[in-house]
């Protein structure tokens, strides 16, 4: 399939994202203190984990906030822990950028309970990654204040900022955007929750898009999110999502952007990488021009080669589309190897 366009809000640089204690990226070095490890071209090197993070319940788990840990290090290391994190996050933004993003989305809502010390982590964060790269942030946050400085933090030289995002239960993020001069993306979440069918996800859209428009959004600057859900938990929910981007396609034409969180649709299921494709696949079939996404897994070049032909394809279409019933075959298949 030829692809115009793939408008890629870039995901990595979040304080949620995680990485294996003892996988490839994080483990002891020669002295045997923790690290994580990462490429530079053939170079590698190393992102010191402090110490309150070995320490921590997330570790004994297993697992390490990586993104955290450059944050904590911006803000609290020594000098060579803080070039070591501007470096890290340096190199996160700028293969992100390479890969063909067109936003790059800041969340550090993970980092500390403290909103004061995640304004600071914020601001420090949007510096560090704007100074990266030539291209705009998208500032990803539950929390007004947080929204704001990291909107405050942005340099305009690269383009509009984005907000991720409004709707109707966060209408007072429309206001704070519109004087940011930003782009938004419009969620289709009620005021109580979350639309469970497509019909849900119109009416939501409906109602915001006059607000967004009062506000003087134009369509080129709005990307509805019709909002993707797990189809673990309903296999359902890829179909639904479908049906909802092509409604919205329909209903605001060409010039409106349609962007979501491609990859939630996988949560809990194996070879997500295949997955996350193939249903990014369909949602551009379908009339989306973008996603929230990881780009050196999704992007245009990948989704352009991508064969509907195969076996591999045909098994995640027919999950996603609720044609293999509880996700037997698929699973089979990639427990013998076949779709790994």
Same mark, same amino acid.
């Given at each position: 399939?030829?692809?115009?366009?793939?408008?890629?809000?870039?995901?990595?640089? $979040?304080?949620?994202?995680? @990485?294996?204690?003892?996988?490839?990226?994080?483990?002891?070095?020669?002295?045997?203190?923790? /690290?994580?490890?990462? +490429?530079?071209?053939?170079?590698?090197?190393?992102?010191?984990?402090?110490?309150?993070?070995?320490?921590?319940?997330?570790?004994? +788990?297993?697992?390490?906030? $990586?993104? #955290?840990?450059?944050?904590?290090?911006?803000?609290?290391?020594?000098?060579?822990?803080?070039?070591?994190?501007?470096?890290?996050?340096?190199? *996160?933004?700028?293969?992100?950028?390479? &890969?063909?993003?067109?936003?790059?989305?800041?969340?550090?809502?993970? @980092?500390?309970?403290? /909103?004061?010390?995640?304004?600071?982590?914020?601001?420090?964060?949007?510096?560090?990654?704007?100074?990266?790269?030539?291209?705009?942030?998208?500032?990803?946050?539950?929390? &007004?204040?947080?929204?704001?400085?990291?909107?405050?933090?942005?340099?305009?030289? %690269?383009?509009?900022?984005?907000?991720?995002?409004?709707?109707?239960?966060?209408?007072?993020?429309?206001?704070?955007?519109?004087?940011?001069?930003?782009? /938004?993306?419009?969620? +289709?979440?009620?005021?109580?929750?979350?639309?469970?069918?497509?019909?849900?996800? &119109?009416?939501?859209? %409906?109602?915001?898009?006059?607000?967004?428009?009062?506000?003087?959004?134009?369509?080129?600057?709005?990307? *509805?999110?019709?909002?993707? @859900?797990?189809?673990?938990?309903?296999?359902?929910?890829?179909?639904?999502?479908?049906?909802?981007?092509?409604?919205?396609?329909?209903?605001?034409?060409?010039?409106? $952007?349609?962007?979501?969180?491609?990859?939630?649709?996988?949560?809990?299921?194996?070879?997500?990488?295949?997955?996350?494709?193939?249903?990014?696949?369909?949602?551009?079939?379908?009339?989306?021009?973008?996603?929230?996404?990881?780009?050196?897994?999704?992007?245009?070049?990948?989704?352009?080669?991508?064969?509907?032909?195969?076996?591999? @394809?045909?098994?995640? #279409?027919?999950?996603?589309?609720?044609?293999?019933?509880?996700?037997?075959?698929?699973?089979?298949?990639? %427990?013998?190897?076949?779709?790994?």
């Amino acid at each position: 399939m030829k692809i115009p366009s793939f408008l890629i809000v870039g995901e990595n640089i $979040h304080c949620t994202r995680i @990485f294996k204690v003892g996988g490839k990226n994080v483990g002891p070095n020669k002295t045997g203190r923790p /690290v994580i490890t990462y +490429a530079v071209g053939r170079e590698m090197r190393e992102l010191p984990v402090p110490d309150g993070f070995v320490q921590g319940g997330d570790w004994a +788990a297993g697992k390490v906030k $990586h993104c #955290a840990v450059a944050v904590w290090q911006g803000l609290y290391g020594g000098a060579s822990e803080k070039a070591a994190a501007v470096d890290y996050l340096k190199t *996160l933004a700028r293969r992100q950028e390479e &890969l063909g993003a067109s936003w790059l989305d800041i969340n550090v809502d993970e @980092f500390s309970t403290d /909103v004061e010390e995640r304004i600071r982590a914020m601001r420090w964060t949007c510096q560090t990654v704007q100074k990266a790269v030539r291209i705009p942030l998208s500032i990803d946050s539950s929390n &007004l204040d947080i929204l704001r400085s990291g909107l405050e933090s942005c340099d305009r030289s %690269r383009g509009k900022p984005m907000v991720n995002s409004v709707s109707l239960e966060r209408k007072d993020a429309i206001e704070l955007a519109a004087r940011a001069g930003a782009v /938004v993306i419009a969620s +289709a979440a009620g005021e109580e929750g979350m639309p469970c069918d497509t019909e849900g996800r &119109l009416a939501n859209i %409906r109602r915001l898009m006059p607000l967004l428009e009062a506000a003087g959004f134009d369509r080129p600057s709005v990307c *509805l999110d019709p909002l993707v @859900f797990p189809i673990s938990v309903d296999s359902t929910n890829g179909v639904k999502f479908l049906e909802a981007v092509r409604a919205l396609r329909a209903a605001y034409g060409p010039s409106i $952007h349609i962007v979501a969180g491609l990859s939630n649709v996988s949560f809990g299921l194996p070879n997500r990488k295949l997955i996350n494709q193939v249903f990014s696949w369909l949602a551009v079939e379908a009339g989306a021009d973008g996603g929230i996404v990881d780009p050196v897994q999704i992007n245009r070049a990948i989704l352009e080669s991508l064969n509907p032909e195969e076996r591999n @394809f045909k098994l995640a #279409a027919d999950l996603l589309l609720g044609r293999d019933e509880f996700g037997l075959n698929y699973i089979e298949a990639f %427990r013998g190897g076949e779709s790994g």
